[in-house]
């Protein structure tokens, strides 16, 4: 069991059962929502989340049509989000949640949204779109392609393969690389598997 609540303590929960899909968001919209760099949000069942007080307190906003953010609306914490679309399904922004998290996050979606000033660092996969298995199609950096930067040719490419698993990304290098070229307007920086820099 996992619990938590918002800034002022209004608002109070519980999730019964596990965290799942849990993920960076670094759209625009994320951004404005957190106020910060990305949101980290992760999948829990509707059954197994419970307000356990302050739901007077809590209220949303239809950010996108049938999308719908919750938030405190005395503090402003960002709560969770509910899909129309997934009904047995709720967002939660894992900042808000007090207990020690078991699972961990396994992507950054939306990483060639994210703002210039942020680097984008770790070997977590980095996503066009969705990770894959939220839609039917999704998009990933093939990073470990990108040759060093003194070479200046950059050969990183886009790829749409549900199928890739992480694994099999973490799998194609264990060398640092930097890669300083230009292409499409975007700069691109890698670290151990890349630093993306949209």
Known sequence: MYTGGCLCGSIRFEIHGPISNIVYCH???CRKAQGSAFATNGVV???GFKIL????????YEATPGQTKYFCKTCGSPIMSKTASRPGQVRVRLGTIESAIKER????????SKADWEEICGDLPQYESYEPGRNSLATTWNRASCPSKASGVHTARLYRS???????LRARTSTSRICSC???GRFLALDRMGCLLA
Do not use: N
Not at 105 to 112: C, G, K, S
């Open 27 to 29: 759209c625009s919209k």
């Open 45 to 47: 069942m509707a059954a």
């Open 53 to 60: 007080s302050g739901q007077d307190d809590l209220t949303g």
């Open 105 to 112: 996050p396994v992507a950054h979606i939306f990483a060639t």
């Open 162 to 168: 549900p199928m890739r698993s992480a694994a099999r």
């Open 182 to 184: 230009k292409r499409r």
